[in-house]
């Protein structure tokens, strides 16, 4: 499990560090780290490093110190290395010395670098670029590499709110830190150096991709389609019939032992997974060991009905779509819940069960529902935030945004609903589910025509078809 640490608690580490440690060392390993790679980029880049030439952007305090540092070190490679000093006067001292032991120089523009270093802001910096650091990246036409996070983006929510640099590789110091995960695309590559720092327990992590392989349910010697768990999928109306076909395909697809369907698009499901049991409504659907609801499913009276009846089990029941409009007009139905119970909301909808946009903080939004509610919320978003009461948040950084497509959140809800009737930990499902479904958008978005190119926008339907091939791949990791 990846975690991802908050300004406050690596700045906790780094202190402790400080105590063990000779003066200046964390400091010369990180930017032997950060020196290291850019040697590597200039490398792959322009194939040499000697006879290259990099500037830095440089701030105040330890995030400038480190580039100053890297410069001096990719100075005795022969790389030709300047520094534009934005605080002149709190610029590190000692690493401007090194530099300028080493051969570099102080300029006031950007040059014509092969390479920019981001120095400007580190982890105790808070709001967006100031106008002349602004003016100074927007006027950048090479790669950039950042010194532990891009400066002008929050390094705790990845918020961005005015100029922000925008990294070709993000090299990180000691820890991951919440922003190379909610503001993947302003991060590019992300490197980690390691510096020594001891580290707490994360209160936000990502689960490995080979883990999820390796927990994934598949049968064994023993089982047989009861035993590896009956989905209940109650989705679709006349109006929506192709939800239920998405929902009801992607417990099919996830490996359940049986998926039970409950609603008035019998007919079309069964005409593409004859493999379903139908029925029209829930009493008749037979035993079941987990439920979906919602996904076009409709949000009159008789909907309302068939939740609250599902609501009133002691089953795990995933809310999707149409159910959090119902939830979110009475939440009653839901809170107080004592069995298992996952929320799948994208940003609209989770407004409308809080009453308020999820905001530049989705970490806390999240957890705070899942707090109130008592229930596990997945909130949707290229970062998919996982939120249960008492537990570490989990992230999912799709790497892309190929599953923002209409249906993809039925076949997520119907990946969920089979993890959950394996008996599955709802968190770990619906982090798992989310895992599978955004690698089976970035397969299905990879497997086009050459026609149409790497990466062509895709539908729900191929999605669809990704999806064992997605398990498949995280299988093979973990057994790799």
């Known amino acids: ?18 105590g063990r440690v000779a003066a200046g060392v964390p400091m010369r390993r990180a930017a032997y780290g950060l020196a290291t790679v850019v040697a590597g980029e200039l490398r792959e880049r322009t194939g040499a490093v000697a006879g290259r030439s990099v500037t830095l952007l440089v701030g105040s305090g330890d995030n400038g ?26 610029a590190h001292v000692g690493g401007l010395a090194a530099l300028r032991r080493a051969g570099g120089r102080v300029r006031e523009d950007i040059g014509s670098p092969d390479l920019v ?21 927007a006027a950048v036409d090479v790669p950039i590499i950042s010194a532990d996070l891009p400066s002008g983006v929050d390094p705790d929510t990845g918020a961005v709110d005015g100029p922000a640099v925008r990294a070709d590789v993000t090299v990180t110091f000691g820890a991951y830190k919440p922003v190379h995960a909610l503001a993947a695309p302003w991060c590019g590559r992300i490197q980690l150096v390691p510096i020594g720092l001891r580290l707490p327990d994360p209160s936000l992590a990502a689960l490995e991709p080979a883990s999820i392989g390796v927990d994934w349910p598949v049968p064994g010697p023993h089982d047989d389609k009861y035993t590896q768990g009956v989905t209940g999928i109650c989705a679709g109306s006349a109006a929506y019939p192709g939800a239920a076909v998405l929902c009801t395909g992607a417990a099919v697809a996830a490996t359940s032992g049986m998926v039970r369907y409950a609603g008035t698009g019998a007919a079309n499901v069964l005409a593409h997974f004859p493999e379903v049991v139908a029925a029209e409504s829930i009493p008749e659907t037979g035993r079941v060991q987990a439920w979906v609801f919602g996904p076009g499913a409709g949000t009159d ?16 029941v995933v809310v999707d779509a149409d159910g959090l409009t119902l939830l979110a007009a009475d939440p009653a139905l839901v809170t107080g819940r004592a069995a298992p119970t996952v929320l799948t909301p994208h940003a ?9 946009d999820p905001g530049p903080d989705r970490v806390a939004a999240v957890r705070d529902l899942a ?46 609903g089979a993890l959950l009737a394996a008996g599955r930990d709802p968190s770990w499902s619906a982090a798992a589910a989310a895992r599978v479904h955004a690698l089976a958008a970035n397969l299905a978005a990879h497997a086009t025509p050459p026609t149409d190119g790497p990466g062509a926008p895709i539908s729900a339907t191929p999605l669809l078809d990704h999806l064992r091939p997605a398990i498949h791949t995280l299988r093979t990791l973990a057994a790799s």
């Not at 609250?308 to 795990?316: F, K, N, Q």
């Open 348 to 356: 609209g909808e989770f407004a409308r069960l809080t009453g308020a």
């Open 117 to 137: 270093i981001d120095g400007i802001i580190g982890i105790s910096g808070r709001g967006a670029l100031r106008s002349r650091a602004a003016e100074l990246v």
């Open 301 to 316: 009276d008789t909907a309302r009905e068939r939740l609250s009846h599902l609501l009133a089990t002691d089953l795990p």
């Open 371 to 416: 707090e109130k509610w008592q229930v596990t919320v997945l909130l949707k978003g290229r970062a998919t935030l996982v939120a249960a009461p008492g537990r570490q948040v989990l992230v999912n950084e799709a790497g892309g945004s190929w599953a923002a497509t209409a249906g993809a959140g039925d076949v997520l809800s119907g990946v969920i």
């Open 1 to 18: 499990m990846r975690g991802y640490y908050t300004a406050d608690e690596v700045r906790a580490a780094e202190a402790e560090l400080f």
């Open 65 to 90: 110190g480190d580039a100053l540092w890297a410069g001096a070190m990719l100075r005795r490679r022969g790389v030709g290395v300047s520094a534009v000093l934005l605080s002149p006067e709190r």
